[in-house]
């Protein structure tokens, strides 16, 4: 498994995520993860938020979590961990991705 924290912004909101590219790497952790439904020739990307967790951006209740949870998913390997996933700028609704909040309001 390959964890990655990303801070996920949309207008007025920020929320903390854990995503999870759910690949083996080990006998143990295939034999594990085939048995909870993931197989490795199409590996999922779980996002935690709190305690609620999902494998399908579409379980989401709110649009900004269906909007970063797929835009992680297209992008895990090239995001950084502790990135900033901006879903106004996402969606185009902004010019420029906001900031992240350690160094700015955001509004």
């Not at 999870?20 to 295939?30: F, P």
């Not at 909870?36 to 996002?47: E, F, H, R």
């Not at 909007?67 to 992008?75: G, L, V």
């Given at each position: 498994m390959i964890?990655?924290?990303?801070?996920?912004?949309?207008r007025q909101t920020f929320i903390a995520i854990i995503a999870t590219l759910m690949v083996s790497e080990t006998e143990e952790?295939?034999?594990?993860?085939?048995?909870l439904g993931y197989i490795d020739s199409d590996p999922q990307v779980?996002?935690?938020?709190?305690?609620?967790?999902q494998y399908?951006?579409?379980?989401?209740?709110?649009i900004t979590m269906q909007t970063a949870h797929r835009y992680?998913?297209?992008?895990?390997?090239?995001?950084?961990s502790g990135q900033v996933i901006d879903a106004e700028y996402i969606r185009g609704e902004r010019?420029?991705?906001?900031?992240?909040e350690r160094?700015?309001?955001g509004y």
């Amino acid at each position: 498994m390959i964890c990655k924290l990303f801070e996920v912004r949309d207008r007025q909101t920020f929320i903390a995520i854990i995503a999870t590219l759910m690949v083996s790497e080990t006998e143990e952790e295939r034999y594990l993860t085939r048995r909870l439904g993931y197989i490795d020739s199409d590996p999922q990307v779980v996002v935690s938020k709190g305690m609620a967790s999902q494998y399908d951006p579409y379980a989401w209740s709110d649009i900004t979590m269906q909007t970063a949870h797929r835009y992680i998913r297209e992008n895990f390997k090239s995001l950084k961990s502790g990135q900033v996933i901006d879903a106004e700028y996402i969606r185009g609704e902004r010019d420029s991705p906001r900031v992240s909040e350690r160094y700015d309001d955001g509004y």
